[in-house]
Every structure is written in structure tokens, then in C-alpha cells.
């Protein structure tokens, strides 16, 4: 998140965008709600479902799946036709905004209502509910990223922001949610195949130089595959012949899975990490057992980019071990030591070779964390970030051409089913789904449909349907709710019973590598 | 206890059994206006007893309303009031316990000290009046195991402002779910009472707020402004609108006008079960709510989404279908319906009678014509000078929407000083921050026109003399002190009258020498003709009056109706019965000393800037944020109080 | 900014703040049980009557604004008489089930009784009838006799979660906390959290702790990236309860949703992975760290030799801790030698 949580309650409008809030972070689903309904802030949400949020919005578009950005486009020209663009934010702040301004105006609210069947006048109040508030803040989540132009889509969001001058202020922003715990962390602790830690290329000889000098050996100057990469290289070319997998389950999490477990098969190792046998761990090779989150010390990030404190309150289970200590314990087989005294002595490190946690140590973020960049020990960390500039120095305007999604519903996959999660679950469900209150009491997942397309097909709530796409098929019983257009349908991912991601479409955005998740065509028939 | 005359109510001291007095020295009503007579009553000020009513009795009364009427929030008053009614309960019986009497007060006291709300407080005040009192009594029936007869009790509960408005609104109920961010459950409460709350919510004189507690303090709760937050609340979050449950349809209510009182009268016959047909003049609805006030004050989607909504309660209305030209009266009582309910307004134009008024002179208005023609999008003549005549909220509307016409200066005449101006305060000061002029003690002669137009209007000066009836003090002319005013319009705002020849022919029709139709009273009858009952209220009945008088007719009628039809009997309800008795027991005392520190004022609704505004008929106020709202809701003190009344 | 007194302490308060607001500022205490920072003032329990001079009687602290001059007095041994009888009004119908109450020891009602030195029952015999309906949520049960209506749960529900599935229902002694029909409970357990007395609790885990025999770690969520701080109840090596006592702490208030408050029973799960395992004979079989750790050193090792460090790939977890993701990244860059590290932020 460019800014922080706390600070959605200072907007004076909120543009929900690709984000089941109330469900998947509820706590500040909770905080848009209150916002809206003590402090009066307006809130569009534009989304494929009628999600909770929606009935707090003064606005909603209801936006058939991959279209997001026809949508944002068309919200700008009324922003500038209307002349609500925030005009010295724009000549202060950015550049290459004429071209920008000429690349906005064909997506008038009448052709973008054309495309996407939405009414071109609720196009224009949205436009105007952002266009008018000041500080607005735009909250995204994967609803915006997992599709083939998700890069383009976030690109667009921080054109609207820019726009109206809401980057760089308190309660205004393009705020990213953060799906896990600890994918910011991940993200800013190297966790990327072409970055060291705190984003410090790979193929920057300098920053290399440097974790050479810290860790006395010669690293590799090329970036690595990404993650979506390295599953389709395995089983097509065979440059990849082993994988070590900590804390991850694809064979559930992945796109079309079918093939991933055709991939990890062709494998000549696979060693997975984990607190549970999963889908995954049940294929490898090796299986280290981890302790879980509860019996471990250590930080995890959180999407406003706090570092806070995770403690150890039970012991690990078992024999299993934190994780760093595993990696640690097979350094030392492979000859190369890691002496860490405990999880303290490696945050010292971190903070060491990374400039944006370099203020850090346990003690300062021992009440309630810091959020970076916390450049040196006096720093306060950052609650809003480009307050004075954009990291390049002018924030720049880029046009999108849109393409729309890898796949449209057509005769033989006439449904478009579009995924996401129920509140009550979390991610594959191997932790929800075992703690045994949370299961009995939501115990299954269902395909949401809605009642015309129930009708046409004789469906009713609790009848299983068989789903299929261009890539496998499942079952699954269905729902029949009014929050899903007719002609999409809805599945969460949870449920290994019914593995949505069988279905789903590998295809990625060129630039993220990240899956089109949110649409996929398939065709649904009665069991 | 027969024989005993008491009375703590209010400052009175007033007992039998240290004075002879009889029940006259008692100076409350003793009976209700259907007839019923009391022996005592007990409420927020106090006991009194007159009749064959025993005061500890009362008492227990009293806290049985109380246990059965507090809302559950606080302890004292939850609790309190249980134990309290527990003792009370006790000590009738013969079955009291030597510390009841001590436990009563000590509770009391902390009832009438630390309750949250009034209610508590002011029963803590009673019941602490009982103990002074009869604290001997209650001694003697716990050492004798005495028990006491019982009396059969009206018990009501009532609030200031709730008792001033005519409609009777839960108003502390609803503001408390404001306060507590309910509003749809706010809103959802005042549709019980009241089918127009975003209209009321912008134009009601406010006699609630007239009558709020908290203006003892430090000013009025914003109660109409609270309505309109969560009327447009509705609208602005696209919240499913919660109507009541309405029965099915049965039988046909002919309805004359579809103005505040027939589109209310309407709303409650479907809910309780009719058909009603409302007979429209015009082409929309509303009334003189429609074509009688400016858009800029009263947006006319606004009343028509709301009249929607009494259309979806099961209400026909037929538009431009005017009673007395395109059906007869006459028709309507003798054809299929069941019931006719006369709420028409006051439609026509009234003028002075000064010389050279005429309606063929070009930039010669009556007030309530001009505002019809501008709200119904007629090309109204506009020119450079228009002067206003009058001191109503009418004259104010008129002149503000000359200027949105486009006249360049505006000005308004009035005889008497800006103190007695019977237009609300603050749309004079709307009028003036849009500078339109305001000529006090100033009055006009003659209306000056040259080839059939306006050219002027010859004024003269007044001073104000003696107090007349109304206590204002009359305007007189100050002889010598004529002048002209050049002026190419004058606007004649000095009063509507009614319609009469909607009810010609129906000679059984009362009506006053002020055009006004005359009812029965409380039941709103008006006639009865062919076992057709015809029931009258709002401005036709009462003369041109209020919005909320006419809700509030509408649905008094509508009950009428009902008891009319199902029972046959004309006698009015008893909640109406019971809200006029406490109107007159006065639950609000403008020089009460609160309690409360001064430390909140009002919020104050936000207006479009003059400039942005003069030049459209836009809505000119801006509601509450939701933050204003919530913080306005929670400087009311919930002043709920509870009468018990011993049936002789 | 408002200067008044209070017990003779000058303070100086901004305009639009409370009595309570105003003591709390200058270190004052004036006991409340219904009153929350983070929720607007309840006013429903009255133990925050002060007197102001000058002003008939009582007023409440908590939703009585401050005023210019003010001269607040907030011990007085009337105070302390309306707030002993307010305690002592609480008791009416209340069962003294305190030794078998999850509450004992940290309850609001039993410290306050103490406090003050309430020692009897007044009519113990009094019952409210209360219409207990099943709670709205099967992971909370509802103790509907232990309730003192605060009201807490029912404005926490509203206010902070905007749901509004629990109101206050009934009228005086027999009302009660119940379910608002049509407005469905999302399990967030919101309001067993504010929840000042046993009323509420949770109905996860049979075993039970007094506040003194367990310990109270506070620890991250791990699940979404919002980072709630909660604290783990742990008795015996094992977690008991999940629960926020500090209201006022970054980033979520002590608020908490269904997974983090109820769905931590994963971690004593019997499928936890508790031994190394290798393929052996195509099965996965438990074994020794030692021989788990040279078997994977000797695999990787082979590949790396075979076929180059890029051959081979890891995918770290954003599940895991910064240090985890370190090491992780650090051990594919400097000890296999390649940069082929990634992770499921993309899913």
C-alpha cells in the first residue's frame, strides 16, 4: 500500500476495485464500512460480484470479469472531461500527460458501457464520486491483478490516482491488499528472482558486490524464472530438474493443475517444506516438517508495509523447526554455515544489507512494528509514501491499450467462471479447513450462479453440477445468489473436494507472470 | 383514600389532609375529550389524586409502566424500576417488607440522579413524591399487612417534542438510532408515523424542535434536518426502501388531493387493508407541497419519489382528475366508495383589495399562483424590479424565486417589523444573504400600471401602535409618508384561501366563515351521507396551515375511517384522545432547568453559496455529513416521560 | 482548547471532548464499565456519574462534552453511592457463578464489585425472564443470565464491524441481547472481545484457564496481509484461546475475523507434519533430521553437478517469516547458486 490503513479512514471517497474486502481483510473491510457509514465517505466498488461492500456503495459496477480497465478508462475521460482532473498536482508531479489525456479519449462512458453492458450514467457518478473527493483512495486486490493485463490494470489505477492528485496524501493512494500474510515480506526479503533484498537488483553490479562482501561468495548477476515460469519449464524443456517448495502448496493454488501435477512428476527431486502434508508435500521427495506461525519467532510485513513481530507461544510440534532453521541445518550439509544465534540475529542482517529496513531492530518494532522505509534509527517509518515525489522522480502518465481476456465465453465454454475466497476460509484451506470449529461449521464450498442461469439450466441451491474448461473438469454444488452477473459464475479456491484451479487458465500477464485466475470459460452441466 | 385531594404536580401544593380544598384546587383536566373521567394521574410532574384513586396504588401503577416502558439500557432504570415495582407490588398487597419504603427511595433517588434518560429521571421524581407524601401510608399498610383496592390505569408515555408534533413521531427513538448509526432503522421508525420524511425532513416548521428540551441548554436538537439525513441517506446508499406490511386490498377510499394529507391518509388505509383512490388535480404529486413551495427549498424529484412510494404502498392515483370539474363530489360519496376523505389545500391566491389590483395586468401576481406557475414550468414574466408583498414564509418563497427568474432586484413590502414577520427566521435570513430587500413597516396603496403593466407600487410608511388580539403590535400608517417604489412586477403574498367549489353541491358540508371545513372533532367527520362517512383534514379543514398537520389529518383519518367502516362508530381513537390530554398536562416547560451543561451547540446545515445558487432552482441546503448527523442526534436527551391516569 | 477543572486538577482539553475524555488526559480515573475508546460513549452503565458545580445533579462523564470553566468532581461519597448501587443493581438476577465463570479474574463487573465493597445480593430471588434464543454464531456462546446489558457487544457489532446482527431486545428487567432477524453474524467474535463480563465466550476449546495460569503471547495473524496483533492463550504448551485484550493497538484496535480469532486449532491438528519424511520404495516415510537433511544435500547436489545450479528452483512462501524468506533466498543465491527464487505473491 502507498499509504496506510489507519488512513482509509481520512478519504473522503473510496474506490473498491477487484477486492472482496469484507471477506478476504476484513478488518479493513470493517474500516471502509465505517468510513462510510459514520464519516459519510463515498465508496464505489466495482466488481464482477455483488460483494458485501456493495451495499454500502453509492456506486456499483457490476463489470463482467477482465474488463476492469475499459472501466477505469472510461472513469478518467469523464474525470477530464468534466474537468475534475486536479490540473497543478499534474503539471507539479508528472509527465508525459498529453499523450496520456489523448490515449483517454475514445473511452467515452458510452462506448465503455457499450463494451461492458454497465449504464453509462452510473460510469459518470463513479468518475465524479472519485473525480470530486479529495483525499479519494483506491483499494485493489487480486480482483485487479490476476488477469492477462493485470500489470496494465494497476498501471491504470495509479494513472486515476495521479490524475486527481491523490498519491503522496494522507487517505489517498492505490493501495495493493495484501492477499497472505507475509507476501510484502516475501516480496521486500528477496523472495523474486531478480531482486536481493529491498529490491536491490540482481544484475545491478553494485548491490551484488555488496551481498558478495556480506556473504563471502560469487552470486549469480542473471534474474532467475519466475514461479509461473519454472512450472511450465519443467515439464516442457526440462531446465529445471529439481525444486524445493517452502510453505506452498500449487498443486491447489496454482492454474490448471493438471498439468503442475504432470510437472512435479517429471521432477528428479522435489522437496517440500511444510506444517502439513499437502497436495503438494504428498509428491516430493523429502518432506522437512516446519513449525507454524504460532511456534516461531520472527516479523511479518503487512500490506501497509509494517513490520511486526511474530512470537513463539507454543513450542514447535513434533520434531518439525522453524523454517530458517531447516534451510540453515541443509546450508551446513552442503558445506556453507549460517550460524544464526536466533531469529533476531538474522533481522540484524536484513536490516544491515537493506537500505529500506536498515532503521529496524527488534526493539524499535517490538509494540507496534514499523512501517518502511525506516532508512536509519531515528526514522519514524513511512505511513504514505511519494509525499514529496515518485521514486523515478515525476510520476508517468502510460497508456493502455486494451486487449481484454485470454478467454470469452463462445458456444462450447459459455460460462465465465471467475474465482476468489469466502471469509471463513483462507487460501487452500489447510489451516482453516483443519481447525476443526471453522470446517463443521463451514464445511463446503459451493459454484454461486445466478437464478436465470439456474433456471434455464433446471439447477437449484445443493445440486451438484460437473464444471468444465478448456483444461479439466470438476464438481461442485451450487448456490443459486443474485451476486454474480447471469452468465458468470462464482468458486472459491479452498476446497480441495473441488479444485477450482484444475480449471483455470495458466495464461499470465506478460509483465507479473501472474495467472489469469478471474476468467475463465467453461461449461456447466447437471450431475 | 376517597376523599383525598392531592396534588404535587408541578409547583402545586395541594392536600386534603392538612387544608380543606376540593378536586377545583387541582388545576389539571379531570377527564378525557371522549368523556372518560379521571380520579388521579401521575406523571413526569408529579401525583395528583382527586378521586376514588389510592396514591400508593398509583404508585405501583407507575412503576409497572415504567418496568414495562424502559427501553433496557441503563442500569438504574432496567433494574431500578424492577426491584421498585417489586416493593410497590408488595406493599399492595398487604405482603410489604419494613425496608420497602427506604429501598423505594433510595432507589428513587439514584432513578432520578443517574438515569441515562428522562424517563427514568422524572419517575424517580414521582415516585419520590409518593414516599414524601404517603410515606406514613405505605408504614401503616406494611405494619397491618393492609392490602389497597386496585384501579384500572391508562398508562401513555409522551416526550416533549413527540407531544408537539402533530404526527406525533417517536422522535427520541428515531434520533437515539441516529446516534447509534441505525438510520435505516431510524428511518424505517419515522415511515411508521410519517410517509414523506425526506419533505417533512426540509420544510416542517418544526414545532418539535419549538418544544426540545435541550433549547433549555444550548439550543434545539436539528430533529427536521436529522429526518432529511436519513431520508437522503436512503437515496444517496441506494438502500432498499422498508415500507410497513400493508393488508390486502379491500375496500375503495375516495381521497380529494393528492397533497400531504391525502397521500398520508392514503399510506395508512392500505396499510390497514383498503383500496384508496386519491382524485388529483394536477399533473403530480404533492399538492400545495408540489406548486406551493420552490424547488429550491423542496426538490420535486425529492416528493416524487416519496409519493412513489405511498403509489407502491397500493395507492391509485389519478392525476389531473379535479374534484368538482371532471368528477363531483356528489359521485364519489354516493358510488362505490366506502369512504371519502376530503385533503385538499388551499390553492387560490388571495389579494389586499388595494386599488389597481387586476389579474389581466401584466407583472401582477397573487403569491400562491406565481409560485404554481414557476413550479409548473410556466413562462412567468420577469423584469427588472419586482416587489413582494407580505411577511409569510409565502412572500419569502416568492421573492427568492423572482430572483431565481431572473429579476434583478427584489424587494419585500411589510407593514409590520422583522420581529413580527411570521416567516421562519431562517429563510429570512436565506432571503437576505441573496439580498432581496426587506421593506418594513412599510405597506402598499395602490398597485400603479401603465397599458395593462405594473410600473410601480405607491407604499406607505407604518409604525407599530398597541398589541392587536395576536399580541403583535398593530401596524398603523404614518399619514404623509406615501412614495412610489418603480417596479415592473408585484407579487401579492399575503395568503391562500380554499377552494370551495370542490365541495359544491354537498349542502351537508359545514364550512367557516374562513372557506374552511367544519369536522366533528377529534374523529375528523365531517358527514355522513348514504352511510358514506366523509372525513376532512389538512389545509381545507384547518385553513392553510402546516405539512405536518396535514400528514398527521391523513392519518388520524385513516384510523377513522377503519373504526368507521369495521365498527360503525365515529368515536375517535383513543390514542388521539390520549395525545390531546397530554398536550394539555404540558410535557414541556420552556423555563425547566435541564441539569445538563451548556457545552454543544446545535449543527448547522450547510448552504450552497449565494452566488452558485440564485441563478437555478437547485436545492440550496446541504445536508448533514454523517459525522454532524451522529453528533446532532446525540445532544438529545431523550426525554421520554410516562403518565399513568386512574380511570374514576 | 477548553480549560476546566477536575477535582481541582486544571486541565485543558480540546473543544468536542468528554468529561471522561478529559480526566483520562490528565490521568484522573473515573471508573466506567460500558465505555470503550474506540466505540462513541454507550452511556448505558452510569458508574461515571461526576458531579459539575452548579449543575442540579449528576451527569454522566463519558457523553457529556466538556465546557469552559467547568469544576468537575469525581469522587464524592454520593458518587460513590450511586455507583456501589448501580454495581448492586447489576447483581440483581445475576448468578454469583464466578468460580465456574471463563471470566473470573479478568471481569470488569467482579473487579468493580470488589472495588467498591458490594457484599450481598440484593433480592437474589429476582430472575429475569429472558428468552434466550441460540447465539447467531455457533463459535460464541451466549450466557444470557451473566449479561449486565453494557451494551458493549451490541454498539461493537454496529459500530466497528458494521453489522448490527445482535441488538438489545425486550423492554426493563426482562430484556436481553438477541439476534436481529434477517442481518447475518459473520463469527468475528467482536463482541466476545469487549465483552466485560462471562456473557460471552468461546466455544472452541474445552480447556479452560484462569487469566494468572496462562500465559498471553502477542503474536501476528498469519493469515491475510492486514497483520492483526492478537495474543495466543497458552496453558501447557498448548494454545487455549486467541484473544485481544488492547484495544487500542495498530493496526486493527483489537477487531478480528473469524480465521484469526477461532481458526488457529490447525496448529494441534494429528496431520501436523512431526518427522522428516523421504521417498523410499515410492512412499513417503517418517525418518531422522540427519538422514532427511544428507538426503536432500546429496540430491541437490547431484543436479547441481548434473545439470547446473539453474536447473534447479525454489519458491519461497509468503507465508513464512522475513527471516524464513531471507534465509530461504539467501541459501538459493549464495549456496546453490541460483537466482531461480520466486514465490506465490502472483496467486
Known amino acids: 500500500m502507498t499509504n496506510s490503513i489507519a488512513d482509509i479512514g481520512e478519504a473522503e471517497a473510496i474506490l473498491v476495485i477487484g477486492s472482496n474486502t469484507t471477506e478476504n481483510h476484513p478488518i479493513i473491510g470493517d474500516l471502509v464500512k465505517r468510513s462510510v457509514t459514520q464519516k459519510g465517505a463515498k465508496l464505489v466498488v466495482i466488481d464482477p460480484r455483488r460483494i458485501p461492500l456493495v451495499e454500502y456503495a453509492n456506486v456499483f459496477l ?195 493443475l493438471r498439468h503442475i501435477d504432470h510437472a512435479l512428476d517429471e521432477l528428479d527431486f522435489l522437496i517440500v517444506q ?56 541443509l546450508s551446513a550439509k552442503l558445506g556453507f554455515k549460517m550460524d544464526y544465534t536466533d531469529a533476531s540475529a538474522i533481522f540484524d542482517e536484513i536490516a544491515q544489507l537493506t537500505p529500506s529496513y536498515h532503521g529496524m531492530d527488534y526493539a524499535r518494532i517490538d509494540s507496534v512494528g514499523l512501517q518502511w522505509p525506516c532508512p536509519d534509527k531515528d526514522h519514524p517509518g513511512t505511513p504514505v509514501l511519494h509525499t514529496a515525489g515518485f521514486a523515478r522522480g515525476k510520476g508517468l502518465f502510460q497508456s493502455i491499450a486494451f486487449t481484454g481476456p485470454f478467454e470469452s465465453p463462445d458456444d462450447q465454454f459459455p460460462f465465465i467462471m471467475t474465482t476468489g475466497r469466502e ?25 454461486e450462479m445466478h437464478p436465470a442461469d439456474a433456471q434455464t439450466m433446471g439447477v437449484k441451491t445443493g445440486d451438484t453440477v460437473e464444471i468444465a474448461s478448456r483444461r479439466g473438469q470438476i464438481t461442485s454444488k451450487v448456490k443459486v445468489v443474485d451476486s454474480t452477473a447471469p452468465g458468470t459464475v462464482f468458486m472459491s479456491f479452498h476446497y480441495s473436494e473441488s479444485p477450482v484451479n484444475v480449471l483455470t487458465n495458466p495464461a499470465t500477464c506478460p509483465t507479473a507472470g501472474i495467472p489469469e485466475f478471474k476468467v475463465t470459460a467453461v461449461n456447466i452441466h447437471k450431475v | 383514600m376517597s376523599d383525598l385531594v392531592f396534588s404535587s404536580w408541578g409547583d402545586a401544593t395541594v392536600d386534603s389532609r392538612k387544608q380543606a380544598v376540593d378536586a377545583q384546587a387541582i388545576e389539571l383536566p379531570k377527564e378525557l375529550s371522549n368523556g372518560t373521567s379521571l380520579a388521579g394521574i401521575m406523571g413526569w410532574d408529579g401525583i395528583a389524586v382527586w378521586g376514588d384513586s389510592h396514591p400508593v396504588d398509583m404508585a405501583r401503577a407507575y412503576a409497572r409502566g415504567l418496568s414495562d416502558n424502559s427501553c433496557g439500557q441503563c442500569i438504574p432504570c432496567r433494574i431500578g424500576s424492577h426491584v421498585i415495582l417489586e416493593a410497590f407490588e408488595r406493599i399492595c398487597s398487604g405482603a410489604g417488607r419494613e425496608n420497602d419504603a427506604g429501598e423505594i427511595k433510595r432507589l428513587s433517588e439514584r432513578l432520578r440522579d443517574q438515569a441515562m434518560c428522562d424517563l427514568g429521571q422524572t419517575c424517580g421524581k414521582g415516585f419520590l413524591d409518593v414516599i414524601e407524601n404517603f410515606g406514613k401510608e405505605i408504614d401503616g399498610l406494611v405494619a397491618d399487612k393492609k392490602s389497597v383496592p386496585r384501579s384500572e390505569y391508562i398508562t401513555a408515555t409522551t416526550a416533549p417534542c413527540k407531544s408537539a408534533c402533530p404526527a406525533h413521531l417517536e422522535i427520541p427513538t428515531y434520533v437515539e438510532l441516529i446516534k447509534k448509526g441505525r438510520f435505516e432503522d431510524s428511518l424505517e421508525l419515522i415511515r411508521r408515523d410519517n410517509c414523506l420524511p425526506g419533505t417533512i425532513g426540509r420544510v416542517c416548521v418544526r414545532p418539535c424542535e ?78 400545495m407541497a408540489a406548486v406551493g413551495i420552490p424547488d429550491y427549498r423542496l426538490p420535486r424529484e425529492l416528493l416524487r419519489y ?144 401603465e397599458n395593462g403593466k405594473v410600473t410601480g407600487v405607491e407604499v406607505v410608511k407604518m409604525e407599530l401602535g398597541e398589541p392587536d388580539d395576536s399580541g403583535r403590535r398593530r401596524p398603523v400608517e404614518m399619514k404623509g409618508s406615501e412614495y412610489v417604489i418603480p417596479a415592473d412586477a408585484c407579487i ?157 | 482548547m477548553i480549560n476546566l477543572t477536575i477535582d481541582g486538577t486544571p486541565v485543558q482539553v480540546e473543544k468536542g471532548q468528554t468529561i471522561l475524555e478529559a480526566a483520562n488526559s490528565a490521568g484522573i480515573r473515573i471508573p466506567t464499565m460500558c465505555w470503550m475508546k474506540k466505540m462513541r460513549p454507550i452511556g448505558s452503565c452510569r458508574m461515571c456519574v461526576v458531579e459539575v458545580e452548579g449543575l442540579g445533579k449528576p451527569v454522566s462523564a463519558c457523553d457529556t462534552m466538556a465546557a469552559a470553566d467547568m469544576k468537575v468532581t469525581t469522587q464524592s461519597e454520593l458518587l460513590h453511592g450511586m455507583r456501589r448501587d448501580a454495581l448492586s443493581l447489576m447483581l440483581v438476577g445475576h ?22 465493597g458490594v457484599t450481598e445480593q440484593p433480592t437474589p430471588g429476582a430472575q429475569p425472564t429472558r428468552d434466550i434464543e441460540r447465539y447467531i ?51 468475528c467474535g467482536e463482541c466476545l472481545s469487549v465483552c466485560p463480563v462471562g456473557a460471552l465466550t468461546d466455544g472452541i476449546r474445552d480447556e479452560k484457564a484462569r487469566i494468572w495460569q496462562s500465559k498471553r503471547i502477542t503474536t501476528t495473524c498469519g493469515y491475510c496481509g492486514v497483520g492483526c496483533q492478537f495474543d495466543l492463550n497458552v496453558l501447557n504448551d498448548k494454545i487455549i484461546r486467541v484473544t485481544t485484550t488492547d484495544h487500542d493497538k495498530l493496526p486493527n484496535f483489537g477487531s478480528l475475523c473469524i480465521k484469526g480469532r477461532f481458526a488457529w486449532e490447525f496448529v494441534d491438528h494429528p496431520d501436523r507434519l512431526t518427522k522428516p519424511l523421504v521417498r523410499r520404495d515410492g512412499e513417503l516415510r517418517e525418518t531422522t533430521w540427519e538422514d532427511a537433511l544428507h538426503t536432500a544435500a546429496k540430491k541437490i547436489k547431484e543436479v547441481r553437478d548434473a545439470h547446473g545450479p539453474d536447473s534447479i528452483a525454489g519458491f519461497a512462501s509468503a507465508r513464512c517469516t522475513n527471516e524464513d524468506n531471507y534465509v530461504f533466498q539467501k541459501f538459493f543465491r549464495a549456496v546453490i547458486g541460483t537466482n531461480n527464487v520466486d514465490h506465490c505473491a502472483r496467486l
Open chain 1, 274 to 329: 511444510d506444517i502439513f502434508l499437502t497436495e503438494t508435500a504428498a509428491k516430493a521427495d523429502i518432506v522437512f516438517p516446519a513449525a507454524s506461525f504460532a511456534e516461531k519467532d520472527g516479523t511479518f510485513t503487512n500490506t501497509e508495509r509494517r513490520v511486526q513481530r511474530v512470537r513463539k507461544g507454543v513450542a514447535p510440534r513434533g520434531d518439525s523447526k522453524a523454517d530458517w532453521q531447516i534451510i540453515c541445518d
Open chain 2, 210 to 287: 419549538f418544544d426540545c428540551r435541550r433549547s433549555n441548554v444550548d439550543g434545539p436538537v436539528q430533529i427536521k434536518f436529522l429526518k432529511r439525513f436519513v431520508a437522503d441517506y436512503e437515496i444517496e446508499r441506494n438502500r432498499p426502501t422498508r415500507l410497513p406490511e400493508k393488508e390486502p386490498e379491500g375496500e375503495k377510499i375516495a381521497i380529494v388531493g393528492a397533497g400531504p394529507a391525502g397521500l398520508s391518509c392514503g399510506y395508512f388505509l392500505s396499510q390497514l387493508g383498503y383500496a384508496p383512490v386519491i382524485f388529483e388535480a394536477l399533473g403530480e404529486p404533492g399538492g
Open chain 1, 62 to 256: 457490476q463489470v463482467p470479469p477482465g474488463y476492469n480497465i475499459p472501466v477505469i478508462l472510461a472513469m478518467m475521460n469523464v474525470i477530464i472531461a468534466e474537468g475534475l482532473a486536479d490540473e497543478a498536482y499534474i503539471a507539479e508531479r508528472t509527465e508525459g500527460w498529453e499523450e496520456f489525456k489523448g490515449s483517454v479519449a475514445e473511452f467515452t462512458p458510452e462506448k465503455v458501457a457499450e463494451m461492458t453492458g454497465l449504464s453509462a450514467e452510473d460510469i459518470r457518478k463513479a468518475g465524479r464520486i472519485y473525480g470530486e473527493a479529495s483525499p479519494a483512495a483506491i483499494l485493489y486486490a487480486m480482483g485487479v491483478t490476476q488477469h492477462g493485463q493485470g500489470t496494465d490494470g494497476v498501471k491504470s489505477l495509479a494513472n486515476l490516482a495521479m490524475l486527481c492528485g491523490n498519491v503522496g496524501m494522507p487517505g489517498g493512494g492505490v493501495n495493493p491488499l495484501r492477499g497472505q500474510n507475509n507476501v510484502q515480506g516475501a516480496c521486500d526479503l528477496g523472495g523474486l528472482p531478480n531482486v536481493f533484498t529491498g529490491y536491490q537488483k540482481v544484475d545491478d553490479d553494485a548491490a551484488r558486490e555488496k551481498f558478495e562482501a556480506a556473504w563471502s561468495v560469487t552470486l549469480p548477476g542473471t534474474p532467475g524464472m519466475k514461479l509461473t515460469e519454472v512450472t511450465q519449464a519443467i515439464g516442457k524443456d526440462g531446465s529445471i530438474k529439481g525444486l524445493f517448495i517452502m510453505g506452498e502448496n500449487p498443486m491447489i493454488s496454482d492454474p490448471d
Open chain 3, 137 to 187: 454464531s455457533p463459535m460464541i456462546k451466549q450466557w444470557a443470565d451473566r449479561c449486565v446489558l453494557c451494551a458493549r457487544c451490541v454498539t461493537a457489532c454496529k459500530e466497528v464491524k458494521g453489522i448490527g446482527c445482535i441488538e438489545i431486545k425486550g423492554n426493563g428487567f426482562d430484556s436481553y441481547i438477541g439476534p436481529v432477524e434477517g442481518v447475518d453474524c459473520i463469527s
Open chain 3, 95 to 116: 448468578p454469583l457463578d464466578c468460580p465456574v465463570c471463563d471470566k473470573g479474574g479478568e471481569c470488569v463487573l467482579q473487579d468493580m464489585v470488589w472495588e467498591f
Open chain 2, 306 to 449: 416519496e409519493a412513489e412510494l405511498v403509489r407502491k404502498m397500493g395507492v391509485e392515483i389519478r392525476y389531473e382528475t379535479d374534484v368538482g370539474t371532471d368528477v363531483k363530489l356528489e359521485e364519489l360519496i354516493s358510488n362505490d366508495y366506502k369512504a371519502v376523505f376530503l385533503g385538499f389545500g388551499a390553492r387560490l391566491g388571495t389579494s389586499m383589495g388595494v386599488e389597481g389590483e387586476s389579474d389581466d395586468i401584466v407583472g401582477f401576481f397573487k403569491g400562491a399562483d406565481y409560485l404554481r406557475d414557476v413550479a409548473l414550468g410556466k413562462d412567468v414574466f420577469t423584469g427588472e424590479t419586482c416587489i413582494v408583498v407580505g411577511g409569510g414564509n409565502v412572500a419569502i418563497d416568492c421573492a427568492r424565486s423572482a430572483l431565481r427568474k431572473g429579476f434583478k432586484n427584489v424587494k419585500i413590502v411589510y407593514r409590520r417589523s422583522l420581529i413580527e414577520m411570521p416567516a421562519d427566521a431562517v429563510e429570512v435570513q436565506d432571503a437576505e444573504d441573496e439580498k432581496i430587500e426587506m421593506l418594513i413597516l412599510t405597506n402598499p396603496n395602490k398597485i400603479i400600471s
Open chain 2, 492 to 648: 401579492m403574498a399575503i395568503g391562500q384561501a380554499i377552494d370551495l367549489d370542490l365541495i359544491e353541491g354537498i349542502e351537508e358540508l359545514e364550512t367557516t366563515r374562513w372557506k374552511t371545513i367544519v369536522i366533528q372533532g377529534l374523529n375528523r367527520l365531517a358527514m355522513v351521507k348514504n352511510g358514506v362517512g366523509v372525513f376532512a383534514g389538512g389545509d381545507c379543514e384547518t385553513g392553510p396551515l402546516t405539512l405536518i398537520g396535514g400528514l398527521a389529518a391523513g392519518k388520524e383519518a385513516a384510523y377513522q375511517i377503519d373504526r368507521f367502516i369495521k365498527e360503525g362508530s365515529s368515536d375517535p381513537m383513543d390514542e388521539w384522545v390520549i395525545n390531546k390530554f397530554i398536550e394539555e398536562l404540558k410535557p414541556y416547560d420552556k423555563a425547566e432547568d435541564v441539569g445538563q451543561p451548556c457545552s454543544t451547540e446545535p449543527a448547522k446545515i450547510h448552504h450552497k453559496p449565494v452566488a452558485e445558487r440564485v441563478t437555478n432552482m437547485e436545492e440550496v441546503e446541504v445536508g448533514f455529513t454523517h459525522e454532524e448527523a451522529i453528533a446532532e442526534a446525540s445532544r438529545c436527551l431523550r426525554c421520554y416521560r410516562l403518565m399513568v391516569a386512574a380511570k374514576a
Open chain 1, 423 to 447: 471469509h471463513a476460509h483462507y487460501h487452500c484451506g489447510s489451516m482453516t479447513r483443519r481447525s476443526k470449529r471453522i470446517d463443521e461449521n463451514y464445511p463446503e464450498g459451493f459454484m
